[in-house]
């Protein structure tokens, strides 16, 4: 036990096993209270109590045996819900033509505080679109899911699904490149995670979210009818 | 505000004129004290009755390369039974960086003041070890200097790693049995994370003892000069993980303080909720995982899962169970999940049972009694005294709580009270942990009563907060904002602030030094748990190995924020 700066209120014994600590009457935030020492009763010092929690894991275990309150989960088997704001894994979505919709603008790869976004842009062959990423990679394991990428993507070109399955062998297969991103492991809408328009919300936003979806599921035709470009 | 500081305290007139100068238009009083007179102004200040300044809350040093005196040593002080606090500023020049130690008046000094030294190269006379404590023995330069390269890396060799040299008391050196040194972590499994602890022993019990912190250390510090203010966010997720979206609150309250804008009214309402949902969840953990290290693994199961039910709403709501970075500045990332209160609802009938449950089974339970009533027990005294806040603090005796000595968000609009125990020792700080729980439940319940705000959940200020996607896509303006806001960041005005919150495990300070850029200009962060564990190495001397383990559980040490 350390010695006390000011010696007046010492305790050497622990204020549990002596006198609790006085505080200095003058004190408010002390609040001064009458403190009765702990002392065990008899029943305590027969260990009885005992019995007490013993009828609480009794209780559970005859709860759990004839009601079935599960806790727990058969993963892999039987997998968490998420819900539609969960920050998985990334994905970048398409044009109807199944071209990527990135113009690459940098801002997610700006307004990333992981700094694991690399792009690098290209002229586009359409005159409409000034640029696209020739190479888009992510760092998976330098990511920290924050999701300040979708936040600031104007296009809506990246959002998240809510898949956590990744593990990699090496270092090299978690940079995650263009191809990869965007033809993800699931354009299933149930497995969408955070992204700007979340389908749980108002009338207004259902409509739009609509929209969304139809470029997904167009871009989903697309990927499965024929591979993404480069 | 305050008369003790405002109107000079009598002993201002035994100083030499000029070396005590009350600094103008702060946040909070501030005073530039000369280094000459800084250790008989701490302990007037301590002592003499009209200050009574006895928490020392943090030691830090801040850098500028253009003054003549280039470092700042800042103090930030706050008094008990007034209720006030104090900053004191030290300036020191580049070549002759010293100043005095000032363990002999606030023990918590002691490990702050090595942090200083680590991080900025502050030699502190009559620091009886005065050694780096976060980076380690290898390293060179001091990290938090605006001249050191953050992208430097230095490789700790075998020869170099600190072996302490335990001073071992007479009357244990004298007598005739084998002692002997043991490593306790760092890659322990009840060590919690990664804290070492160098401990001599005699049979079974601990006669000298020191700690070693540092294994986690990720100099968030400096991260966050290289980075936006808005990019710190995810950043303080990871300082007390336990409950992370304290840390987003703490945070995100001191710039909004800095910029001078008011979150919305939905917004405050939804961090005082889920703030007392993480609080809950902390002490979930800590309890559950002291009880788990005492061998009562039961309780681990009822406490864990209040914890998991809890994160199905956060992830609701943020979309991430452990870093959600839902904070930011001036609000919310999002708006809340349209199940919110209802969710919340469910959770406060959910929560309640197991917390009945552990009491039940634990509370009067004889073993728990002989590891934990009367170990590792500090005195009111002596806790102030090492800087402790929080739980612990509170389990001794202190009813200090940042929530009721200045409130915050919403936490003056409720009922509640805060729990105090007396006892000082583990078995205090497992009960104040499960009456806290009580009465965070309380507090979640009359604010779910009251209906949620209506509103926005983040201001409508196209300098801080991003604007609607809806709008970004359709309107010329938003885009443009939009796009300024992600290139240039929020712009903070320049100045300095410290601002805290009831975390967890204490009280989480950020001190905040902004030059108007768009990066902040240094944060310093209070941790908590940084001044309790300090007193570690004071606390198992003299009890058995089992004892250790307890007390580490006990005090809710986080190494995320420990050691940042």
């Not at chain 1, 299933?188 to 207004?204: K, M, N, Q, S, T």
């Not at chain 2, 999940?337 to 009945?356: G, K, Q, S, Y």
């Not at chain 2, 965070?440 to 200020?461: A, C, F, K, N, W």
């Not at chain 2, 300070?509 to 570690?536: N, W």
Request: hydrophobic fraction near 35%.
């Amino acid at each position: 036990m350390s010695q006390p700066s000011r010696e007046p209120h010492a305790h050497p014994e622990g204020p549990a096993g002596g006198q609790p600590p006085i505080p200095p009457a003058a004190h408010p935030a002390y609040h001064p209270t009458a403190v009765e020492p702990y002392r065990p009763s008899l029943g305590e010092r027969l260990y009885l109590p005992l019995l007490a929690g013993m009828m609480v894991t009794i209780r559970h275990f005859f709860r759990n045996l004839f009601h079935g309150a599960e806790y727990t989960i058969d993963y892999p088997e039987a997998r968490r819900q998420y819900s539609h704001r969960y920050r998985g894994h990334h994905i970048l979505t398409t044009r109807p033509d199944g071209s990527v919709r990135c113009v690459a603008c940098f801002l997610c790869a700006t307004n990333c505080p992981a700094e694991c976004i690399h792009i690098e842009a290209a002229e586009h062959p359409d005159e409409n679109i000034e640029k696209f990423p020739e190479v888009y990679e992510i760092d998976m394991l330098r990511c920290v899911f924050c999701g300040y990428c979708v936040d600031a993507c104007p296009e809506e070109a990246i959002i998240m699904s809510n898949n956590y399955d990744m593990a990699y062998f090496t270092r090299e297969q978690s940079v995650v490149g263009k191809v990869d991103l965007m033809r993800p492991f699931t354009f299933d809408e149930d497995r969408l995670g955070y992204r700007p328009r979340f389908p749980e919300e108002d009338a207004l936003r259902a409509k739009m979210r609509r929209e969304a979806f139809d470029l997904v599921s167009a871009a989903k035709q697309q990927a499965q009818a024929v591979p993404p470009p480069d | 505000m305050s008369t003790a500081v405002t109107e000079a305290p009598s002993f201002l007139d035994r100083y030499p004129a000029g070396s005590i100068l009350p600094q103008e238009g702060m946040d909070q009083p501030t005073w530039v004290v000369s280094r000459d007179v800084l250790a008989d102004v701490a302990r007037d200040l301590r002592d003499d009755p009209s200050t009574e300044f006895d928490l020392l809350l943090d030691v830090c040093g801040v850098d500028y390369p253009d003054r003549e005196e280039r470092f700042e040593a800042v103090y930030h002080l706050y008094s008990l039974p007034r209720n006030e606090r104090l900053r004191l500023k030290v300036p020191l020049t580049e070549e002759d960086p010293t100043l005095p130690s000032l363990i002999p008046v606030w023990k918590a000094a002691d490990w702050f003041e090595r942090e200083a030294y680590d991080m900025f190269g502050f030699r502190f006379e009559g620091h009886p070890n005065l050694r780096r404590i976060l980076t380690h023995d290898a390293f060179q330069g001091h990290p938090l200097r605006k001249d050191y390269d953050a992208t430097r890396r230095w490789i700790l060799t075998e020869d170099k790693i600190y072996r302490p040299k335990l001073q071992v008391p007479e009357d244990v050196a004298d007598d005739m049995f084998e002692r002997m040194t043991i490593n306790i972590g760092p890659s322990h499994p009840a060590m919690h994370g990664t804290f070492r602890v160098v401990a001599e022993l005699d049979g079974e019990t601990i006669v000298a003892s020191e700690v070693e912190i540092g294994y986690l250390h990720r100099c968030f510090e400096k991260m966050c000069e290289t980075h936006t203010w808005q990019h710190v966010i995810p950043y303080t997720d990871r300082l007390n993980y336990c409950s992370s979206f304290i840390n987003n609150v703490g945070y995100c309250r001191t710039v909004e303080k800095m910029l001078g804008i008011e979150p919305p009214p939905k917004a405050v309402w939804a961090r005082t909720i889920l703030s007392e949902f993480s609080r809950i969840m902390d002490h979930c953990v800590c309890n559950g995982s002291t009880l788990v290290d005492a061998g009562a693994l039961t309780n681990f199961w009822y406490y864990f899962q209040p914890r998991e039910e809890i994160y199905g709403l956060l992830e609701a709501c943020s979309g991430a169970r452990l870093t959600v970075s839902y904070g930011r500045i001036g609000g919310l990332s999002q708006d809340l999940p349209p199940d919110f209160e209802a969710r919340c609802r469910r959770l406060l009938e959910i929560i309640p049972p197991f917390i009945d449950d552990v009491e039940q089974l634990i509370d009067k339970n004889g073993i728990w009694h002989k590891r934990a009533v009367g170990t590792a027990a500090i005195s009111a005294e002596d806790a102030v005294n090492w800087g402790w806040t929080g739980p612990c603090l509170r389990a001794s005796g202190v009813g200090y709580d940042v929530r009721k000595a200045r409130p915050y968000d919403l936490y003056d609009t409720v009922e509640w009270e805060v729990p105090v125990f007396h006892g000082g020792d583990v078995y205090d700080r497992y009960r104040v942990r499960n009456a806290e729980i009580r009465q965070s439940l309380s507090i979640i319940r009359q604010l779910l009563d009251r209906g949620m705000p209506e509103g926005r959940h983040i201001v409508d200020d196209p300098h801080v907060a991003l604007p609607p996607k809806e709008a970004c896509y359709n309107q010329m303006e938003s885009m443009i904002y939009h796009f300024k806001l992600i290139m240039d960041g929020i712009l903070v005005p320049p100045g300095e602030r410290y601002d805290m919150v009831e975390g967890a495990n204490g009280e989480l300070g950020f001190y905040i030094v902004s030059d108007g850029s768009s990066k902040p200009y240094r944060i310093k962060v209070r941790p908590p748990c940084f001044p309790i564990f300090s007193t570690f190495s004071d606390l198992i001397e003299g009890a058995s190995v089992s004892d250790v383990i307890v007390t580490l559980g006990g005090l809710n040490v986080i190494a995320g924020e420990l050691e940042r």
